[in-house]
């Protein structure tokens, strides 16, 4: 049962051009969602978070926004770099609480 | 400041044998979790310790078991390997509490298993 879902496993665009990775989630409870960034043969790094009481939060060239009602969340990179190449999580937790569910990640690949 | 470190780097087993995975969380950090990532299921939360106690666990079989010194340090262990085990093995530790934010994962333990 995944709760926490990537739909895209791989994205390429091209450098300079805006970046959109979604994320779905089932489960009602979650109220703290983050990404994380990983590079092959390193471990996944935070991101950018947001709470379950934004719709919104920025952070440089990183944009998270959060769609409650639809259950949905999307990572907004602008303007993309050959350095944003990488595979994205999404998680999901409720704040407070450490666990964390994953999605499956997605592989974007940023095109010179 | 030294990161998360998880030893080995590779590893490599057959069905039926156990393993035992290491992990030193960053220093002061007393809180380790544990994560499996496999290709079609993204990361997966095996458990955390905090202060030498489970306080979480996901939903693994019992043959996945962990546990965490005085120091800190963790260790995974896993008996009865199965094929299905193969896996990137991450460890992740924060200070006390906090959100992911104040996660920080090693670069993981890749288990082939035979």
């Known amino acids: 049962d995944q709760q926490v879902k990537q739909n895209s496993p791989s994205l390429s665009v091209q450098e300079g051009r805006i970046s959109i990775l979604n994320c779905d989630y089932t489960?009602?409870?979650?109220?703290?969602f983050l990404w994380y960034k990983k590079y092959p043969a390193e471990g996944p790094t935070f991101l950018i978070s947001?709470?379950?009481?934004?719709d919104k939060n920025e952070d440089g060239r990183f944009t998270v926004f959060l769609n409650k009602s639809a259950k949905h969340l999307s990572l907004h990179i602008v303007p993309s770099q050959p350095g944003d190449s990488a595979v994205y999580f999404c998680?999901?937790?409720?704040?407070?609480?450490?666990?964390?569910?994953f999605g499956t990640g997605t592989r974007l690949t940023i095109i010179p | 400041k030294a990161g998360v470190t998880q030893t080995p780097r590779y590893l490599i087993k057959t069905r039926g044998q156990q393993v035992t995975l290491s992990c030193s969380p960053i220093?002061?950090?007393?809180?380790v979790s544990w994560y499996q990532q496999t290709p079609g299921q993204g990361l997966q939360f095996l458990f955390e310790?905090?202060?030498?106690?489970?306080?979480n666990k996901g939903n693994f079989p019992g043959r996945f078991s962990g546990r965490q010194f005085s120091n800190s340090r963790s260790e995974m262990n896993v008996s009865t390997l199965e094929l299905g085990d193969s896996a990137l093995y991450l460890c992740?530790?924060?200070?006390?509490?906090?959100?992911?934010?104040?996660?920080?994962f090693g670069s993981g333990t890749q288990l082939s298993v035979l």
């Open positions: 992740a530790s924060r200070a006390q509490t906090g959100g992911g934010e104040k996660l920080f």
């Open positions: 489960n009602s409870m979650f109220d703290y």
């Open positions: 947001i709470s379950s009481i934004k």
């Open positions: 998680a999901a937790c409720n704040f407070g609480n450490e666990k964390l569910t």
């Open positions: 220093s002061g950090h007393r809180s």
């Open positions: 310790y905090f202060s030498e106690t489970q306080r």
